[in-house]
């Protein structure tokens, strides 16, 4: 079993190296736009830390287990980014960022996995297993439905719309329980490792070293997700950016440095299967498992999380699990159709700059 390579090694050092120097900045109030820039190229380099430990723990597994566990870790920083902007009253910076996160993997990340993997691809089309694009429209839609209920429900100002946060409870319960007669299911069916034509190689990392690594990111991932929201609000003032920007861009992209990084490289490798897997583990977990959570937890924080959403992500979101259908459900996909989901989210990114 080979060590990490010398670039892997310096990469793990500078990653420490910043997020050190992005604790420091913190505590000792540097100005904002300089804490802020810290803050988030060290929560990209932790994510990329636990994107690289779950790659090697993955080995040992198949697809869908693997991808969801990058997926599940990755989200982390994602998770402690919208709790702590809860906890400070940061409502529209928790609520994009969650949207935000669907949005970017479904149409930026993913879009652009396609385009590497279609190309990579012999004959231009990259090919993968149909049922999880199929599922994850399928949960999608599901959570899509409940914010598209409680969207008509405030615009008609009808006796419902005084009942949100009753309604936003009932339905992040629905979730999760569809959410685990899913994930269970499709767990158990994941083949075997060394099934298909995938290569896989030999996990480089031991067991103890994987774990560790991933204990020490997803902890320091805490502490990083704090100082990124202290400094959000005095630096997207200073910037002149709007809230929505913030969280549908910035935190969105950083926070899914996961998935941006390990679908790009398994596209590349020609791990097709497993590319989509990441991504879309990403995009059904948040939906239906992480934002249907969060309003739970919600309950105990300083401010409350609903499926409550202004019109423009509504209508965003429906479109975006009605793309995905579309371009993913057949199980292979052509490289303009990856630039037409990356084309997608840059027109909706440029929309929250206005917001």
Excluded at 110 to 120: S, T, W
Aim: proline residues 5%; neutral net charge; aromatic residues 8%.
């Amino acid at each position: 079993m080979s060590a990490v390579t010398p670039i892997e090694r310096f990469l793990l050092a500078a990653i420490a190296l910043l997020t050190a120097v992005a604790g420091v900045a913190d505590r000792q109030s540097w100005a904002a736009v300089p804490r802020f820039a810290l803050a988030t190229l060290a929560l990209a380099g932790l994510a990329w830390v636990v994107s690289f430990a779950t790659e090697q723990l993955g080995e040992r597994f198949g697809p869908g287990v693997t991808g969801m566990m990058q997926s599940t870790l990755g989200n982390l920083p994602e998770l402690f980014v919208v709790i702590f902007a809860l906890q400070k009253g940061e409502l529209i910076v928790a609520q994009t960022a969650l949207v935000g996160s669907i949005f970017a993997n479904a149409l930026l990340v993913l879009g652009l996995v396609i385009v590497v993997g279609a190309r990579r691809a012999p004959d231009g089309m990259m090919r993968f297993s149909k049922r999880l694009p199929r599922d994850t429209a399928t949960l999608l839609q599901v959570t899509a439905f409940i914010i598209v209920l409680l969207g008509l429900s405030l615009a008609a100002h009808d006796p419902a719309s005084h009942h949100v946060k009753a309604i936003s409870i009932v339905g992040a319960v629905c979730l999760l329980v569809v959410y685990l007669a899913w994930v269970v299911p499709y767990l158990r069916s994941d083949p075997p490792p060394g099934a298909g034509d995938e290569t896989r190689p030999a996990p480089r990392l031991g067991l103890r070293l994987t774990l560790a690594l991933l204990a020490v990111a997803g902890t320091a991932s805490a502490f990083v997700s704090d100082w990124f929201i202290n400094a959000l609000a005095p630096a997207i003032h200073t910037l002149n950016l709007s809230q929505a920007f913030a969280g549908l861009v910035i935190v969105a992209i950083a926070g899914n440095a996961v998935e941006n990084t390990a679908g790009l490289v398994l596209a590349y490798k020609g791990r097709a299967d497993l590319a989509i897997s990441v991504v879309k583990n990403s995009v059904a977990q948040i939906a239906a498992f992480l934002f249907p959570l969060l309003v739970l937890v919600s309950l105990l924080l300083a401010t409350t999380l609903t499926f409550a959403l202004a019109p423009v992500y509504i209508g965003a979101l429906v479109l975006t699990a009605l793309v995905l259908g579309q371009v993913t459900g057949d199980g292979k996909a052509a490289e303009f159709e990856g630039w037409a989901l990356v084309a997608l989210y840059v027109i909706l990114a440029t929309l929250t700059i206005y917001e």
